[in-house]
């Protein structure tokens, strides 16, 4: 889901500059860094939990 937020950020980011709406850029701006955030963090925990899990079984 995260990926997901994070291709639809870009979609609406490349609207805002067709549109030159700079107030929703802004928006995008904010929401795809948080989003990035998250997607790092997520990333991590796949490399922490992935090991086990495949080792385990």
């Known amino acids: 889901m995260a990926a997901e937020c994070d ?10 500059q067709g ?3 700079r107030e929703l850029s802004t928006v995008v701006g904010a929401g795809a860094a948080e989003t990035e955030i998250q997607m790092a ?5 796949m490399k922490q ?4 899990a495949l080792v385990v079984a």
């Open 19 to 21: 549109l030159r709406d």
């Open 49 to 52: 939990a992935a090991p086990q």
């Open 7 to 16: 291709v639809c950020w870009v979609l609406v980011g490349q609207a805002a």
């Open 41 to 45: 963090w997520l990333r991590g925990r």
